[in-house]
């Protein structure tokens, strides 16, 4: 069943296009990878499907509701969340910190002016959250203090508080070591696939799309150019084309 | 988790002041009473300054809270300081829902100048209206509580509960503030300040979380004014001007955001300055002001209160 549905969504800046007719629909427990080269629009669909741009045309229907022009805490709190290509915290706080916030908006409603927010029950569901993601050794670190693969996790971890059926992640493992990517995905997929999240990545690496996705969409233009399981999109002539690159794919043999 | 004690301690020195206020000149007494009430408006700039937002014109609720007062007396005859206050709260509250929904929207410079601009707005209209006093402004009564007036004809007896009173206002105040910093939207204080888009992407709306912050401001500073304007028995349009105002901002950056008690530090420390510079270099007492801010800003970036926390980690 779709949980995202997506029809002829538009998006100009001016007369530059940036997303144009793009029509996809993603299955619950989907694990979707996003493929492009910088510019072709991935990270325009991403803003779009969370809010922080509204479309020129199209409509975005999630779990049968129309969310097109909602504002980002709308969308949020009808289940879509998202994480961010520069990992966005709060810099002067603790890690911990900055997950029991997250935890407290999600639990104290609209108007959370008088529980405290150290109680006994968020705290420890934000020690959970750490355990759960792997950063639990760096509970008391300022967030602004520790390595970019930790701010990453944490990002995904405060996008994960609400419980979203949907889950965005704009490159997950950008800025981390070659060594390390593999290692966070890992932790990134484990952690979403127990909470049961459908999810969307866009990523840059191949390697980690064909090991983690199980479709992926290619964007080139503002406009998906395939989409399909990952051996199939990646073996597509247009995709070899304009996103993999002929002599990258010629490299690669043997 | 470590227990906070901060409200313990500010009911601890709150008593001993009151209890001590009888025994003290009723020059003290005033101060006492201007400083406190005058911490109240600071409490709110802390609010704000928390999240990164400085407002040049809490002297707009401070005066609405006071001409509530002044007005409720002059058409209906009410002496009685617990509604005149509650009414000053209310007043000033909801002129800030109003205002808040177009300064929610602006941020740093914009935000300062704006709420300015309002302050200056209703100075202009108090200076201009004759019903209002003009620049004279015009007298209250000594107040009364519930129907008591404990001092009689003694003015000393009346400023004395007048300084309970207001003790027992600056108490609740901070009990309010310490519970609503305490809280998820506290902590927003500084996430907003952070991070406006991490916020919104956490499912919460980061006007509407600075828009109850400036509401709650904006009740501190009525409150305040309607205590200092009780106090002193005179309101004039100079309590909105932007003097004032800077003033609020002054006593703000000499006490520090730490903690709920520093402004009511700061403020005694600013008016105990203040009154003893005017005493002695009557005509340059705004150059021992102004070197006394400098002197805090250049050693105590982070306040007078950074001293407390410093002796509590020294032992």
């Known amino acids: 069943m779709a949980i995202l549905d997506v029809k002829g969504l538009c998006k100009s800046f001016g007369s530059l296009v940036a997303a144009s007719d793009i029509n996809v629909s993603v299955d619950s427990h989907e694990v979707v990878g996003i493929i492009g080269a910088n510019g072709a629009g991935k990270t325009t669909f991403v803003n779009l499907v969370t809010g922080y741009l509204k479309p020129t045309r199209g409509s975005i229907q999630f779990d049968g509701r129309n969310i097109t022009r909602m504002p980002p805490r709308a969308i949020i709190r009808a289940g879509i969340s998202r994480s961010f290509q520069v990992p966005q915290v709060f810099g002067s706080a603790s890690i911990f910190d900055n997950v029991l916030i997250a935890l407290g908006i999600a639990h104290d409603g609209q108007f959370p002016v008088w529980r405290p927010l150290r109680r006994a029950d968020l705290v420890s569901a934000a020690d959970q959250i750490l355990d759960r993601f792997g950063i639990a050794a760096h509970r008391d670190d300022r967030a602004s203090q520790v390595s970019q ?7 995904i971890a405060m996008a994960t508080v ?8 704009d490159e997950p493992t950008s800025g981390v070591s070659v060594e390390q990517k593999f290692a966070l995905m890992d932790v990134i997929m484990a952690a979403l696939r127990a909470e049961n999240i459908t999810v969307l990545f866009v990523e840059h690496d191949m390697d980690i799309v064909a090991r983690y996705a199980t479709r992926v969409l290619a964007f080139y233009d503002g406009t998906i150019i395939a989409d399909g399981v990952p051996q199939d999109v990646i073996e597509d002539p247009q995709v ?11 490299k690669a043999e043997p | 988790m470590k227990r906070d004690r901060t409200m313990a301690c ?7 002041l009151a209890v001590g206020a ?10 006492g009473i201007i400083s406190l009430a005058k911490g109240l408006v600071v409490l709110g700039l802390l609010v704000l300054w928390r999240t990164g937002l400085v407002s040049f014109g809490q002297s707009l609720y401070y005066a609405l809270g006071a001409y509530a007062v002044g007005l409720a007396y002059r058409h209906t005859g009410l002496t009685d300081a617990f509604v005149a206050v509650a009414l000053a709260a209310a007043v000033a509250g909801v002129v800030a829902f109003v205002l808040g929904f177009l300064l929610a929207g602006y941020r740093d410079l914009f935000f300062a100048m704006l709420s300015l601009a309002f302050a200056m707005i209703l100075y202009g209209v108090l200076v201009k209206s004759e019903t209002l006093g003009s620049t004279d402004g015009f007298a209250i009564p000594v107040p009364t509580f519930a129907g008591f007036k404990p001092g009689g004809a003694d003015a000393q007896g009346n400023q004395i509960m007048l300084f309970v009173f207001t003790a027992i206002c600056t108490f609740a105040a901070c009990y309010v503030a310490q519970r609503y910093l305490a809280s998820t939207a506290g902590h927003l204080t500084t996430a907003i300040r952070d991070n406006e888009i991490r916020v919104e992407y956490l499912g919460y709306s980061v006007k509407r979380a600075i828009h109850t912050k400036y509401v709650l401001a904006a009740m501190f500073a009525g409150i305040g004014g309607a205590l200092v304007s009780m106090s002193v028995g005179h309101i004039d349009p100079e309590m909105a001007y932007w003097t004032t105002a800077g003033e609020f901002v002054f006593v703000a950056i000499l006490s520090g955001p730490a903690s709920v008690a520093a402004p009511f530090v700061g403020s005694i420390l600013f008016e105990l300055t203040r009154s003893y510079a005017m005493e002695y270099t009557p005509h340059t007492w705004h150059l021992v002001l102004g070197a006394a801010l400098l002197i805090v800003i250049m050693f105590l970036p982070n306040g007078l209160w950074s001293l407390f926390r410093k002796s509590a980690r020294a032992t």
């Open chain 1, 149 to 155: 693969g930790v701010r990453k996790l944490m990002d």
């Open chain 1, 240 to 250: 070899r084309r304009y996103i993999i690159g002929e002599q990258l794919r010629l």
């Open chain 2, 22 to 31: 009888p025994l003290v000149p009723s020059w003290v007494v005033f101060i």
């Open chain 1, 162 to 169: 609400h419980r979203p059926r949907l889950l965005l992640l």
């Open chain 2, 10 to 16: 500010i009911a601890v020195v709150l008593i001993a």
